[in-house]
Structures are given as structure tokens and as C-alpha cells.
Nanobody, 124 residues
Framework: QVQLVESGGGLVQAGGSLRLSCAAS????????MGWFRQVPGKEREFVAV?????????YYGDSVKGRFTISRDNARNTVYLEMNALKPEDTAVYYC????????????????WGQGTQVTVSS
């Protein structure tokens, strides 16, 4: 099994930056594509970003965050990061990290393991 724990969420002003971390334990971290999703009450869980399991570290981003967010991973530390820049109030959500055996998964159903989430609140 894979256990995922997010951290780094909090309060930030619009235009600011925040860096989320997701620490993984259990099965070898490098075997999984790692993704970030976010969700607000009453809305569907939204794809944010994913980084592949292979050595090339291919990435893909949701349209709403392209150019502002950057996903990265450190396999030696079993950790995936989400650097969020130029934050907007509409970025406010609970952010979840997840692990998948697929290469570049963008749908929730493609992920086998999920963290508990970390709250990000962007003020005006």
C-alpha cells in the first residue's frame, strides 16, 4: 500500500505563492505517477497537475493553472511538490495528492491512492 500525506497549505494573499508537499511511504515511490487535485464544497474534484513515473518526469497541467503552478518530484525523498504562484482567490480549495500506475493520468478514477488533503485559502 501507499500512504500519502500532504502539507504546506495555509493562508496566503492573492498574488502570493505557496508550496505544497506530499510525502509518500509504502511501495516504491518511483513506480507511480503523482498528481495533484483540488476540490471545493459542492464541486467536482478538479485535476491540477501530474508528473510521470519515468525518468523523464513528463508533466501535464490543468488549463486553470498552466503558467502559474509547477509540479516536481524528488524520488530520493519520496516526495512530490506543487509550487503555486500568482495565486488567485479561485484557487482556494482542499488540495489532494494522489498516486497512479498510469503514465500521465488526469482523471480521478485513474488514481489508486489519495492523501487526506490540505487546505489552501487565498484572500483578496
Amino acid at each position: 500500500q501507499v500512504q500519502l500525506v500532504e502539507s504546506g497549505g495555509g493562508l496566503v494573499q492573492a498574488g502570493g505563492s505557496l508550496r505544497l508537499s506530499c510525502a509518500a511511504s509504502g511501495r516504491p515511490f518511483s513506480w507511480y505517477a503523482m498528481g495533484w487535485f483540488r476540490q471545493v464544497p459542492g464541486k467536482e474534484r478538479e485535476f491540477v497537475a501530474v508528473i510521470s513515473w519515468n525518468e523523464r518526469g513528463s508533466t501535464y497541467y490543468g488549463d486553470s493553472v498552466k503558467g502559474r503552478f509547477t509540479i516536481s518530484r524528488d524520488n530520493a525523498r519520496n516526495t512530490v511538490y506543487l509550487e503555486m504562484n500568482a495565486l488567485k482567490p479561485e484557487d482556494t480549495a482542499v488540495y489532494y495528492c494522489a498516486a497512479s500506475l498510469e503514465t500521465i493520468p488526469t482523471m480521478t478514477a485513474q488514481y489508486a491512492y489519495w492523501g487526506q488533503g490540505t487546505q489552501v485559502t487565498v484572500s483578496s
